[in-house]
Structure formats: C-alpha cells, structure tokens
C-alpha cells in the first residue's frame, strides 16, 4: 500500500557529510511518523531519528547534534541530514513510516511501512 524510496546513501570519509531522503507514495491518511532506523552488522536495528506529523522530533543520542531530520512541506519526504559522520555511523539505513491512526484503530492491519534500506559507510 504504502512505497518508500530512498535515496542519498553511499561512502563518505569521517567528519564528512550525507543527506539521506525517503518518498513516502501511496495512500497515507491521517496521524503518521515517519523515521531513520539503521542496522550495523552484527547489531540490532535501531531507531536513528523520527518526525511525527506534528513536527516533532527524537533522535538517538548517539546521533543527536550531528544529524537532522526534516520533512517536506509536502509532508511525504524526510530527509536526514548527516553531519560529522563517524566510523560507527556505518549501517543500512532504513526509512519507516508507522500509520499511527492504523496502529490504534486497527492494530490486526498493517501500519508498518519500510524502504529497501541504503547503505552508508564512513570510512577513511
């Protein structure tokens, strides 16, 4: 129902900087968020950043001061600026959308929405 597509993923050297974007089609109605989860070998897969439809945001503190989520006006695409990347910032990148309105009301269904994931490896 819901397709995200990534893109901005790739090698970049430590210190260095990428911007991660996801565009959310299909059909998307009510309360919805919207995050980077990322997943390192050997690790589990963990919440990197969120938005909700409000506007608010969280961030792993591991990553917060470096990187920014934001959305746009559109409100169908988040980006995830990524700033002072570090080694350990390497992982699979990937974009969520969770339909809350669906969550709460309709928990059987699916509300659950994930990209294909995107590389990125901060290496000297």
């Known amino acids: 129902q819901v397709q995200l597509v990534e893109s901005g993923g790739g090698l970049v050297r430590p210190g260095g900087s990428l911007r991660l974007s996801c565009a959310a089609s299909?059909?998307?109605?009510?309360?919805?968020?919207m995050g980077w989860y990322r997943q390192a070998p050997g690790k589990q897969r963990e919440l990197v950043a969120r938005?909700?439809?409000?506007?608010?945001?969280n961030y792993a503190d591991s990553v917060k001061g470096r990187f920014t989520i934001s959305r746009d006006n559109a409100e169908n695409t988040i980006h995830l600026q990524m700033n002072s990347l570090k080694p350990e910032d390497t992982a699979v990148y990937y974009c969520?959308?969770?339909?809350?309105?669906?969550?709460?009301?309709?928990?059987?269904?699916?509300?659950?929405?994930w990209g294909q994931g995107t590389q990125v490896t901060v290496s000297s």
């Open positions: 938005i909700t439809n409000g506007g608010s945001t």
């Open positions: 969520n959308l969770r339909d809350i309105t669906t969550m709460i009301s309709r928990p059987s269904d699916e509300y659950d929405y």
């Open positions: 299909g059909s998307i109605f009510g309360i919805y968020w």
